[in-house]
């Protein structure tokens, strides 16, 4: 079986791609608390408006301005680490198939929510903030198996099967 691990012209830009995810993870993370917060009630508040704190309701436009772009660079992030991961088959197909799936599903419901806390129901506060935190979860999952595939094997001496660490050179001074 063929090592799951990327050639070697194709490590560096793994890596940076995966830099660049926990880079837009954490920003997102960030983006998240300070503007729509951490419960439930301030998610609400953000979309719903606040009359204590003087803040509107979101309007349609301004879900949309905040939708459209997402609904772009979300799925090409994803079709990309989930194809760099793919062909370097690290994971078993029906594995990959339902990360891919959820990854997918969790980024759409994130997307939505919004519209449905605005327009449907007050309660589903809960899940926007489920679905921000599984689709970053899946994130920094995605970005480690990315690091895993693109990080260069340990060398090995194949007729011993040990790692080269120095150890076989110490040894042939030694019998020299």
Do not use: C
Not at 22 to 47: E, M, Q
Not at 115 to 138: H, N
Request: proline share 7%; no cysteine; net charge positive.
């Amino acid at each position: 079986m063929a090592e799951p691990r990327l050639p070697p012209s194709q490590r560096a830009p793994a890596l940076a791609f995966a830099g660049f995810l926990l880079l837009i993870a954490g920003s997102g993370a960030v983006l998240f608390v300070l503007k729509l917060g951490g419960t439930p009630a301030r998610v609400r508040d953000f979309y719903l408006g606040n009359e204590a704190t003087f803040a509107a309701p979101r309007t349609l436009a301004g879900l949309l301005e905040t939708a459209v772009p997402h609904l772009i660079a979300v799925p090409l992030v994803l079709f990309a680490v989930v194809h760099v991961v793919g062909a370097a088959a690290v994971l078993l197909p029906q594995v990959h198939r339902r990360l891919t799936a959820a990854s997918f599903g969790l980024a759409l419901l994130s997307l939505v929510a919004g519209f449905g806390v605005r327009y449907l129901a007050p309660w589903l506060a809960w899940a926007k903030i489920g679905a921000f935190v599984g689709f970053e979860a899946l994130l920094l999952g995605w970005a480690a198996l990315l690091v895993a595939v693109a990080w260069p094997a340990p060398r090995t001496d194949r007729a011993e099967g040990r790692h080269r660490l120095g150890v076989r050179s110490r040894e042939r001074g030694r019998a020299a």
